[in-house]
């Protein structure tokens, strides 16, 4: 695998956990409880890189033991990944963070949010087409670099206000919408290769 192509899996797991839209609740978080949010932010770190490995490495064992055909999780991750895009386009990123603030950057915001259902599913898949390494390095990269986001990102929303980044989040909604289309598309591309086999 070439470095490019390192990049566009890091970047489309990157697009999944589409953490600009969060910068809204993250921006929140940071001005309502400045002193709590450093500890937030890096409890809600670890949970995402915990996470994300857990799902990177058991991917293709788990689907292996479940005996879940690869072309056709494709298709079903493709799904899932598309109705979430859908979702944040037409609803916007609506959650908000109640509680104490240590355990609201765990969930909602770490998972679902973060690593949901969309994340998980592309790790698993990825896992079983890469390898549980590389999708490991590639979730881990594209983790960091999303927390990096969040915490860079909740100053600019103390400057700036949290609408821009609400914007940010739903053009981020319309890449992941892309990458759910493309898994739908090459699934059922394979499965009717196969069928044609």
């Known amino acids: 695998m070439t470095p490019l192509e390192f990049a566009g899996i890091v970047a489309q797991i990157y697009a999944i956990e589409n953490p600009l839209g969060k910068l809204g609740l993250v921006g929140e978080m940071a001005m309502d409880k400045p002193q709590e949010f450093r500890k937030a932010l890096r409890a809600m770190a670890i949970t995402v890189m915990v996470l994300s490995a857990v799902f990177s490495l058991v991917g293709g064992p788990l689907l292996s033991a479940l005996n879940v055909d690869l072309v056709g999780f494709r298709i079903a991750g493709g799904v899932i990944i598309l109705s979430t895009s859908i979702v944040t386009l037409v609803h916007g990123s609506t959650t908000t963070l109640g509680g104490r603030l240590e355990e609201a950057a765990v969930v909602p915001l770490a998972t679902p949010l973060i690593v949901g259902p969309g994340t998980m599913t592309t790790l698993i898949l990825y896992s079983s087409i890469y390898g549980p390494l590389l999708t490991l390095l590639g979730a881990l990269t594209a983790s960091a670099l999303s927390v990096a986001t969040l915490y860079a990102g909740a100053r600019l929303v103390r400057t700036f206000g949290p609408i821009p980044a609400r914007a940010l989040g739903r053009f981020m909604a319309l890449i992941i919408a892309t990458t759910g289309t ?14 044609r086999a």
Not at 182 to 195: C, F, K, P
């Open 182 to 195: 493309e898994l739908i598309l090459s699934g059922v591309s394979q499965y009717v290769t196969e069928l």
